[in-house]
């Protein structure tokens, strides 16, 4: 399995950013995926996650300026984050629900400046 996450870079409060997570390896399209984050000194955080049927849930701070969405012929995993905010900077890591665990790819680094 290989979970191979891109498309972090640093934007302007307001601006917005796509990430994108490149999967192989698995049947990735009956499994749960989704993205965590882990801002510098801090415990990583659920950010939002969209099941093989593609229901999405998100944690509060995101909803309404952040879409998952996921490609499952392509193996692609997608984070759309629109109105981003300084407190949205973090690593980001994309994950897959597989029936030992998740299993995480490496982050990809957004930088959101006031």
């Known amino acids: 399995v290989q979970l191979q996450a891109s498309g972090g870079g640093l934007v302007q409060a307001g601006g917005s950013l796509r990430l994108s997570c490149a999967a192989s390896?698995?049947?990735?399209?009956?499994?749960?995926m989704g993205w965590y984050r882990q801002a510098l000194g801090k415990q990583r955080e659920f950010v939002a996650m969209?099941?093989?049927?593609?229901?999405?849930t998100y944690r509060d701070s995101v909803k309404g300026r952040f879409t998952i969405s996921r490609d499952n012929i392509a193996n692609m995993l997608y984070l759309q984050m629109n109105r981003l905010k300084p407190e949205d900077t973090a690593v980001y890591y994309c994950?897959?629900?597989?029936?030992?665990?998740?299993?995480w790819g490496q982050g990809t680094l957004v930088t959101v400046s006031s």
């Open positions: 969209i099941s093989s049927s593609g229901t999405t």
């Open positions: 390896g698995s049947s990735f399209a009956i499994r749960t």
């Open positions: 994950y897959v629900d597989l029936p030992l665990g998740n299993y």
